[in-house]
T-cell receptor, first 114, second 114 residues
Framework: AQSVTQLDSHVSVSEGTPVLLRCNYS??????LFWYVQHPNKGLQLLLK??????LVKGINGFEAEFKKSETSFHLTKPSAHMSDAAEYFC????????????FGTGTRLTIIP | DTGVSQDPRHKITKRGQNVTFRCDPI?????LYWYRQTLGQGPEFLTY????????KSRLLSDRFSAERPKGSFSTLEIQRTEQGDSAMYLC????????????FGSGTRLTVV
């Protein structure tokens, strides 16, 4: 069984300040982990992925995430928020053994304050 | 390559009517997935195909739902005798191989049952 918990349903930061979106996972297997972003009326876009290589993963638009097995966490960060970052963010886990069914968290809505 | 296409973008139907959605995946992708997303929630897995074979169905997929991928290319999702609880965004995604690289999602079909 696998699950994902996004610890904040809504995060607000000022433009230019750091972003932290928190995610904890549970998986019976060595998982693959992803962050997806969803802008209003648009499809889900892959930000970054962890697939058992480097634990610090860099993604698009300046985002990165660190896989911490001891803490079962995969938090998403960005040093400096931009207005265009305002969106819904989903942490996602996959069991990584052939059936790549994704399990999504409930999402974190990121608001950027001008 | 124009990404994953879904049609229609929006569908409003009366309760009890049948509806059919179409998904055209990225041409070289052999796996195709359907997810459902309700307001304020993350997407939930419905079913997936490898080529034309439907390999897994979620218990969310009641007998009123049927999905096909007859030639291993596009897929259709049909809902018979729609209910108000079927109102949601229906998302299609595709991947090549096991999908460990992440999926490519379409923009979704928003279904409203009145």
């Amino acid at each position: 069984a696998q699950s994902v918990t996004q610890l904040d349903s809504h995060v607000s930061v000022s433009e230019g300040t750091p972003v932290l979106l928190r995610c904890n996972y549970s998986s019976s297997y060595s998982p693959s982990l992803f962050w997806y972003v969803q802008h209003p009326n648009k499809g889900l876009q892959l930000l970054l992925k962890y697939t058992s290589a480097a634990t610090l993963v860099k993604g698009i638009n300046g985002f990165e995430a660190e896989f911490k097995k001891s803490e079962t966490s995969f938090h998403l960060t960005k040093p400096s928020a931009h207005m265009s970052d305002a969106a819904e963010y989903f942490c996602v886990v996959s069991p990584n053994f052939g059936n790549e069914k994704l399990t999504f968290g409930t999402g974190t809505r990121l608001t950027i304050i001008p | 390559d124009t990404g994953v296409s879904q049609d229609p973008r929006h569908k409003i139907t009366k309760r009890g009517q049948n509806v059919t959605f179409r998904c055209d995946p990225i041409s070289e992708h052999n796996r195709l997935y359907w997810y459902r997303q309700t307001l304020g929630q993350g997407p939930e897995f419905l079913t997936y195909f490898q080529n034309e074979a439907q390999l897994e169905k979620s218990r969310l997929l009641s007998d009123r739902f049927s999905a096909e991928r007859p030639k291993g290319s596009f897929s259709t999702l049909e809902i018979q005798r729609t209910e108000q609880g079927d109102s949601a965004m229906y998302l299609c995604a595709s991947s090549y191989g096991t999908g460990g690289e992440g999926y490519t999602f379409g923009s979704g079909t928003r279904l409203t049952v009145v």
